[in-house]
């Protein structure tokens, strides 16, 4: 499609575990940006990569989090030794930075639940 | 560092009444952009109007229209003749071109509800 592509739209795992979260943006756009959003609170950035490199990740909130975008299209969010706290919408954006208002364009996101 | 309130965390309105989201920010920065989002239960976030910080005149996107007041630091999201599709949650999101990058800082939402 057209659009940002999230997979998996829901992901049920237990404490401890590792999980992948892959994220497909609109064709042809160079920024790439991971926010989490908790329940009935706004998006939190996380990290934002400017083609293949990760341009700002001050948002990652421990070294348990980790993102790779290795061709400079998809790109992967990786979460170590998950936590409960660690439950939330994943939301991957990607814009064309300059064109129009910048807008970020964003997926349906990924649900993560840690059991 | 940037900020954005949203003091109203639910809304009703009646179905083809107006509408209007509060918004507030605070940046030191003269050049900024504000952003309003709409999220419906879906989950997607839906872009829905943009005002520069030196836009002249006040954003308008269809129904919907941008009330910027730059000295009060507020843009305040008008939504007029309120249809049912319109209940979902709504974000005001400032982003400030001194960034390296676009990203966006979010405000807590408001969940908009419209009464048939």
């Known amino acids: 499609g057209a659009g940002v592509s999230q997979t998996p739209s829901n992901k049920v795992t237990e404490k401890g575990k590792y999980v992948e979260l892959r994220c497909d943006p609109i064709?042809?756009?160079?920024?790439l940006y991971w926010y989490r959003q908790s329940l009935g609170q706004g998006p939190e950035f996380l990290i934002y990569?400017?083609?293949?490199?990760?341009?700002?990740d001050s948002g990652l909130p421990n070294d348990r989090f980790f993102a790779v975008r290795p061709e400079g299209s998809v790109s992967t969010l990786k979460i170590q030794r998950t936590e409960r706290g660690d439950s939330a919408v994943y939301l991957c954006?990607?814009?064309?930075?300059?064109?129009?208002?910048?807008?970020?364009?964003f997926g349906e996101g990924s649900r993560l639940t840690v059991l | 560092a940037q900020k954005i309130t949203q003091t109203q965390p639910g809304m009703f309105v009646q179905e083809k009444e107006a509408v209007t989201l509060d918004c507030t920010y605070d940046?030191?920065?003269?050049?900024?952009?504000l952003f309003w989002y709409k999220q419906p239960s879906s989950g997607e976030m839906i872009f829905l109007i943009y005002?520069?910080?030196?836009?002249?005149q006040n954003a308008t996107e269809g129904r919907y229209s941008l009330n910027f007041q730059k000295a009060r630091k507020s843009a305040n999201l008008v939504i007029s003749a309120s249809q049912l599709g319109d209940s979902a949650m709504y974000f005001c999101?400032?982003?400030?071109?001194?960034?390296?990058?676009?990203?966006?800082?979010f405000g807590g939402g408001t969940r908009l509800m419209v009464k048939p």
């Open positions: 005002q520069g910080s030196y836009d002249q």
């Open positions: 064709s042809g756009h160079t920024a």
């Open positions: 954006a990607s814009s064309q930075p300059g064109q129009g208002t910048g807008e970020l364009f």
């Open positions: 940046t030191s920065d003269p050049s900024y952009g």
């Open positions: 990569f400017q083609g293949t490199g990760a341009a700002d």
């Open positions: 999101a400032m982003r400030q071109f001194n960034n390296a990058g676009n990203m966006l800082t």
